[in-house]
Nanobody
Framework: QVQLVESGGDLVQAGGSLRLSCAAS????????MGWYRQAPGKQRELVAS???????NYADSVKGRFTIARDNAKNTVYLQMNSLKPEDTAVYYC?????????????WGQGTQVTVSS
């Protein structure tokens, strides 16, 4: 089995920063892509940022220039550095991993971590 463990969510004032982490653990898997979604109350889950094996990144327009996604392949960990946070960034943030597990494609989601930005 492959497990994802997220950390880093917190309450922060507008303009502040947070770094989220998501570590994948287990065996017999190789990661193709990692990323982050978020879901605010009453809204649909939306893609925040993603990074693929070659290092190419993709960001939602709303976070470009403020958020940075990075990946540590040796640790099977993805990070989301969030700067200049705004109240509208308040949401539960979920990491996801697209991988090959025992020869088959598999997608896994983290448990979610709450980010609250106060004005």
């Amino acid at each position: 089995q492959v497990q994802l463990v997220e950390s880093g969510g917190d309450l922060v004032q507008a303009g502040g920063s947070l770094r989220l982490s998501c570590a994948a653990s287990g065996s017999s898997f190789s990661i193709n892509a990692m990323g982050w979604y978020r879901q605010a109350p009453g809204k649909q889950r939306e893609l925040v940022a993603s990074i693929i094996s070659g290092g190419m990144t993709n960001y939602a327009d709303s976070v470009k220039g403020r958020f940075t996604i990075a990946r540590d392949n040796a640790k099977n960990t993805v990070y989301l550095q969030m700067n200049s946070l705004k109240p509208e960034d308040t949401a539960v943030y979920y990491c996801y991993v697209n991988m090959v597990y025992v020869g088959r494609p598999l997608s896994k989601w983290g448990q979610g971590t709450q980010v609250t930005v106060s004005s």
